[in-house]
Each structure stands twice: as C-alpha cells, then as structure tokens.
C-alpha cells in the first residue's frame, strides 16, 4: 500500500512537472487570432503575411476568416466570433457610435474605390446619375457614403437614385447584364470592369475627396485589454507588411491573384489606385474626424465622435 501511494505520488510529480514545462516552452501564442476581412486589395498587408507565413513564423497562429460586409465584420468582432477585422472606417464608426465597444487600432488604406459606368454610357458625369439605379456593397458601405457625397455636390439625393446593395462579386456582372446603370465599388472590383470590358471608370474615390480614409483595423475593448502582447506582435507584422506591399507592387499583385483568385494584370492595376498606411498617427485621425463629419451631415451617425471615441493609439499611434 505504501509502494502504491509512492506510486501514485510519483505520477503526480511527473505530470506537474510536464505540465509546467509546457507552460516554459510552449509558444507565446497558443490562441487561435481569427481575422475577418472583406475580399478587395485594401487588405493586402493581411493577404501578403499570411502568404508568407509571417504570422506563424512569428509565433502567432492566425486564421482569416472572409466575410461578405463590412457591418458584418464589426458585429463578428462585437461577439467575439472573430478577434480583429479589417473593415471600412463608416461601419466601425457607425458600430462605435451605437456603443460597440471596438476600437481602431491601426490604419489599412486610404482611397481605393470608383465609379463604374456601361462602356457606351451616356452618363459621362456624377451629375448624370440621377434617376438611375445604382449598385453598392452595402448600405453602410465607405462607398456608399462616397456615392452620396459626390452626388450632394451636383443637388442629387438618395431619393433621386435608386441603390441597390448587391454582393460585391456580383457587382461587376449585374452591371455587365444591365441590371443596373453604375456601380461603385472597391479594388479590384473598379479596375476589373475596364480590363474585362465591362465598364468604363467614371470617376474614382480620390477625385471624390482626395485621400479620404478607407479601410481601418479593429478590434474589441476586450481582446485589447486581454490580449495586448499578441496584438501588439500581430500589428507590428501589419506595418511591416505595408512596407513590403508598398515597396514591392509585382509581387503583391502576384500573391494577391493567389488569395482572391482574381488575376494578376487586374491586381496591378488596381494597386496603383491604393494608398497603404498602417499608422493611427495624428494625420489619420484627423482625416477620420474630417470624413466623420460627412457622415453626420449625411445621417449616418447622429453623434458626434472624438479621437478618444474612436482610436487606440498605444499600438501604432506614431
């Protein structure tokens, strides 16, 4: 009986001790970090380290999770059902103002969308808009506050166009069966249309308001104040990565046709109608606060958000 308890208390000692050095060595980042993201070329700082297997070579194990909206994106981070989204700045200050606890904790792009016509259009300006219908990404789409606030500079209100939210694969070819008369959308969907025939650019987002703010990085208050070293890792590889998508344009075309399953020709052009960030520095915030302000005169937030509000800075705030 004695040899038993010693027994027992032997096994005992082994399993605390195993136990313990898997806490020493097992990696830092154990956890899952599921990211939502839209299918477009703004998250390509995402798409190009995961290709490289940035994340995991730095001891983090991240899965990417494609989501179809951006209103989407900010109630899966909302509920936990994913960790940090890539997403349009208007659904994450819209989310914020509803009191979704999430933050932006760092910037992703600023312009990067279009206006798309029929080839042999007879719409040959915004002011031509009026009375047709329209396809967007979604309701609370940047894009849609785009369309909006070009079409206020020629007297045109959403009641004298008719938009129709349409998936944004499905976009290109509603306008290609004359389903709908234009479209506005985010790259590559814009740059596909004239390289496939589809459509003609009628204007693009930074002739709209010049380098207007697009896609933002968030995450919950919770995962924030819960998990701040892997987040922390996890942006830094995001600036780094905007880095080498600035720097090195061929190659990010060439993985991002892998990822979206696009085409390379069309994933170089479309670049070249991007401008990647990856800082909430005061510059950005700023420029977020400007376009904060059309959205309240269009009436897609009805209070007013400060930086504070709306930004976490402890992360890529410089």
Avoid: R
Wanted: contains cysteine; hydrophobic residues 40%; aromatic residues 8%.
């Amino acid at each position: 009986m004695k040899h038993y308890k010693l027994l027992i208390l032997f096994i005992f000692i082994l399993l605390l001790i195993a136990g313990s050095l898997w806490t020493f060595f097992a990696p830092e980042d154990q956890n899952v970090i599921e990211v939502g993201y839209l299918p477009t070329d703004h998250s390509a700082a995402l798409l190009v380290a995961k290709h490289n297997k940035t994340y995991e070579n730095n001891g983090l194990n991240v899965k990417t999770v494609q989501i179809n909206s951006g209103s989407n994106i900010v109630d899966a981070v909302a509920s936990g059902d994913v960790d940090i989204g890539y997403v349009g700045i208007t659904p994450a200050m819209q989310g914020i103002s509803k009191g979704i606890p999430i933050k932006v904790v760092g910037s992703v792009n600023m312009v990067g969308s279009g206006i798309v016509v029929e080839p042999n259009s007879t719409i040959t300006s915004p002011a031509d808009l009026k009375g047709k219908s329209i396809a967007t990404p979604g309701v609370s789409s940047i894009q849609q506050v785009l369309l909006l606030y070009e079409l206020q500079k020629y007297n045109i209100t959403s009641e004298d166009v008719d938009l129709i939210s349409i998936n944004v694969y499905n976009i290109p070819s509603s306008l290609a069966a004359h389903k709908v008369d234009a479209y506005i959308s985010y790259e590559p969907f814009v740059s596909l249309a004239p390289y496939e025939g589809i459509g003609n650019v009628l204007i693009y987002s930074n002739d709209i308001i010049k380098d207007h703010p697009c896609c933002v990085i968030i995450a919950s208050e919770s995962f924030i104040k819960e998990h701040p070293q892997e987040l922390d890792k996890f942006l830094k590889i995001h600036q780094q990565t905007t880095e080498y998508v600035n720097t090195h344009p061929n190659e990010t075309a060439n993985i991002i046709d892998q990822e979206l399953t696009t085409n390379i020709e069309i994933e170089a052009l479309s670049l070249q109608h991007i401008t990647f960030v990856s800082s909430v520095n005061k510059s950005f915030q700023n420029n977020v606060l400007k376009f904060a302000k059309i959205e309240n005169n269009l009436g897609y937030l009805n209070t007013t958000l400060t930086a504070n509000d709306i930004f976490d800075t402890q992360f890529l705030g410089n």
